[in-house]
């Protein structure tokens, strides 16, 4: 049986719709606009850790919508630019690092990083 082919849901568009982001199908176009201006809104709230607890699950339960979104986008549509291909992964890093940011203490991610990175300098002079 064949889908019924659908068509994005904003202004107008008559393009196909690729996916459907909080129930609302979008053409890739769409799709990448609408994430990308989410989490840039969504950053600077999560950065400052002013969300109250609703806006946190909300913004997690977005976050993980989009990444996954993203994600099937790139694994099932075959006519993608590598310009898109680049969008999706740089929507997938940056919904996975507010996702942390949203889970974790205050620290923890830049200490692990700092961790990281002294434990590579190590590692390189002792080669030396």
């Not at 994430?35 to 840039?40: F, G, M, N, S």
């Not at 976050?63 to 310009?83: D, G, P, R, V």
């Amino acid at each position: 049986m064949e889908q019924a082919k659908r068509n994005c849901k904003l202004t107008l568009c008559g393009n196909s719709a690729v996916i459907s982001l909080e129930s609302l199908d979008l053409c890739l176009g769409h799709f990448l606009s609408s994430c990308y201006q989410r989490l840039d809104n969504l950053e600077p709230l999560i950065r400052a850790r002013s969300l109250e607890e609703w806006q946190r699950r909300s913004a997690y339960a977005f976050l993980e919508e989009s990444s996954n979104c993203a994600l099937l986008i790139a694994l099932h549509q075959e006519h993608l630019t590598n310009l898109d291909r680049s969008r999706l992964l740089d929507i997938l890093l940056m919904t996975r690092n507010l996702q942390l940011l949203l889970k974790n203490p205050v620290g923890i991610v830049v200490d692990s990083v700092r961790y990281a990175s002294t434990a590579l300098s190590a590692n390189s002079s002792q080669k030396k």
